[in-house]
């Protein structure tokens, strides 16, 4: 196992937000880190090396322990149930899961359809409402489906809203919020429990300062 803290982040929104927490927190991580197109990297003077992936991805990277730490959205967590501890709400990238569809339209009494890239998280969902629907799983694209009818709602990540609304579609249920977490490998934590522990707290300093302004 190396010595380095091996932390997975997923590219994107969440890595920028977090990169400005690292720095908050202390880490000296250089000026083109940000720019960089290596998907691994390695800053040796902090003892961290970063593995850069899809967001999908960096629950599993930690379950296997390829990565001691990872940063992930809670909807990811929701929808990849992986075997790894969650140590910290960062309290960044915030935005929730959420039904949609057209405006002013019923679900299917026959054969409900949902679309959406979560398909455990709506299928849950669903199953407490005491509705039965077929999942309909995509990866990219989701407010497609109820305006070319392959879908009677969808589930999925809504920020601002904006993307429904350019699209013709409403919201019509909130799921569940979602913010970034730390997470980390169960060996890891045992192994390397000196060095998640200070960058947990670090990490924490920061977080916490930022709610209390």
């Known amino acids: 196992m190396s010595d380095l803290l091996t932390i997975a982040m997923p590219k994107g929104r969440i890595f920028e937000e977090a990169v400005v927490l690292l720095r908050q927190a202390g880490y000296k991580l250089p000026p083109e880190f940000e720019d960089s197109r ?13 593995i850069l992936s899809k967001p999908m991805d960096v629950p599993t990277y930690v379950e296997h322990g390829v990565a001691d730490v ?3 959205g ?21 935005c929730y899961l959420a039904v949609a569809g057209l405006p002013n339209t019923k679900m299917n009494d026959v054969a409900p359809k949902v679309a959406t890239k979560y398909p455990k998280v709506a299928a849950a969902y669903f199953r407490e409402q005491g509705e039965q629907v077929e ?3 995509l990866n990219g694209s989701i407010e497609l489906a ?5 879908s009677d709602r969808i589930v999925d990540i809504v920020s601002s809203g904006r993307t429904l609304k350019e699209n013709g579609l409403v919201e019509y249920e909130r799921i569940v919020d979602v913010t970034s977490r730390v997470i ?30």
């Open 184 to 213: 980390v490998n169960p060996v890891s934590y045992r192994i390397k429990d000196v060095k998640i522990n200070e960058l947990v707290s670090r990490l924490n300093e920061v977080v916490s300062a930022e709610v209390d302004l």
């Open 135 to 137: 999942i309909i799983r």
């Open 74 to 94: 809670k909807d990811v967590m929701l929808e990849e149930d992986r075997d790894v501890y969650e140590l910290l709400d960062l309290k960044i990238s915030s």
């Open 146 to 150: 109820p305006i070319i009818g392959l």
């Open 70 to 72: 990872g940063i992930a």
């Open 38 to 50: 290596k998907l691994i990297i390695d800053i040796e003077e902090e003892g961290l090396r970063f």
